[in-house]
């Protein structure tokens, strides 16, 4: 069946409303066996690096949260090892001080699983949970790892905002709500109200490249983070 937002929206806050607590977000197993592709990188990675996490990596924060981030696929040095979404690496170097600078993150940061960190009304995934490689997941990969995001976002019955990260992240979302990428394009800073309601934001991804170049800046990414806290607790 095709699920579109509009019936995964009226399932699971049916259920909120109902009391009764929210499907229970499906995440890929630990051998996940759908690209073959990815498979090959991780058992490679896991040969290399057998201390590393080296899995399809969870999503990090509430179920219960408004804002849902969506970034493009774990780092080899980062989500892969760690094994939590934008730890260890240079896009989480940007990432976490702003989710802690605009309310969405308390505690430490310390580029590690157990440092303590938690995020406030926010939650973290990827279109993609295997790294891929050279960070560039292929778009059968991105469509065998659409399900997980269905499943994202039908089960977060509160979800206000989703802040996909990169043109990846944001055509993804838009073809797991069944919607028309041309409708929406993406630019920069750009807040589209879905026809449910939910927004869906834009951002450049924070990766090292980007802010090398000077594609995004850090004041740029704080414009964006300002806007969506003032709209999650308007
Ligand atoms: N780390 C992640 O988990 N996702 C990204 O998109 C980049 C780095």
Redesign the pocket.
């Known amino acids: 069946m095709k699920i579109t937002r509009m019936n995964t929206t009226t399932l699971s806050s049916r259920r909120y409303n109902a009391g009764i607590p929210p499907v229970t977000i499906d995440q890929p197993g630990r051998d996940c066996p759908k690209c073959p592709r990815l498979v090959a990188f991780r058992e490679e990675n896991r040969e290399n690096w057998p201390d590393w996490h080296n899995g399809p ?1 969870e999503s990090f924060g509430g179920d219960d949260a408004a804002l849902l981030i969506v ?5 080899l040095r ?2 892969n090892r760690t094994s ?4 260890g ?4 170097q940007l990432l976490y001080p702003t989710l802690q600078k605009f309310g969405f993150a308390d505690g430490d940061y310390d580029e590690s699983p157990d440092d303590g960190l938690n995020l406030v009304g926010c939650r ?1 995934t ?2 993609v949970r295997c790294v891929p490689p050279q ?1 560039k997941p292929v778009g059968a990969e991105i469509n065998a790892c659409r399900p997980f995001l269905i499943d994202e976002i039908a089960g977060m019955p509160q979800l206000r905002i989703i802040l996909a ?2 043109t990846v ?1 944001h055509g993804s979302i838009l073809r797991t709500l069944g919607l028309r990428a041309a409708a929406y394009p993406f630019s920069h800073c750009a807040f589209h109200t879905l026809p449910d309601g939910i927004v869906l934001a834009d951002s450049y ?3 090292r490249y980007n802010t090398n170049t000077g594609r995004l800046t850090e004041a740029m990414f704080h414009d964006v983070f300002r806007e969506i806290a003032s709209r999650v607790r308007a």
């Open positions: 990596v970034g493009l696929a774990p780092g980062g989500a939590r979404p934008f730890t690496d240079y896009a989480g973290i990827n279109a960070n990260l990169g992240s991804h924070c990766s």
